[in-house]
């Protein structure tokens, strides 16, 4: 007969051990899920009078793009349905690629929200929000004292 110590650390191991093989299943499963979710590329820039928000949303139209201000946010939100469809004699092939997207912007202190506006050409939306004027700084007054 074998006989062997017991190890109450051997369980912990072991039930550790399946845990974490659990959790790389699911994170697994997770990060499939989310290769058909749509994270558009945005680039930001500030010039001299506004600040440009571009963002990249190649084949999707205006219709399916939806912009808001909430709580001092700027909300770029939309879907995005491709459908790719090639149709030959002998051969077929589908493939779609469906997928939501929301990206928010704190806006700066000296934003005009009234005034923004936001364009569409070629698969690139720029959202332009104006800055608001200065109070121009008063220049320096020397005053006599008498």
Known sequence: MFVTRYNP???VREFRRGMN???SLLDEEYSNNTKSDFSPSINTREGEFAYHIEVDLPGIKKEDVEINVEENKLVISGERHLKDEIKEENYYKVESSFGS???SFTLPENCDVENIHANSKNGVLEVVLPK????KVQKIKKIEIK
């Open 9 to 11: 650390h051997k369980q």
């Open 21 to 23: 093989l659990l959790n």
């Open 101 to 103: 997207f929301s990206r």
């Open 132 to 135: 608001l004027e200065k109070e």
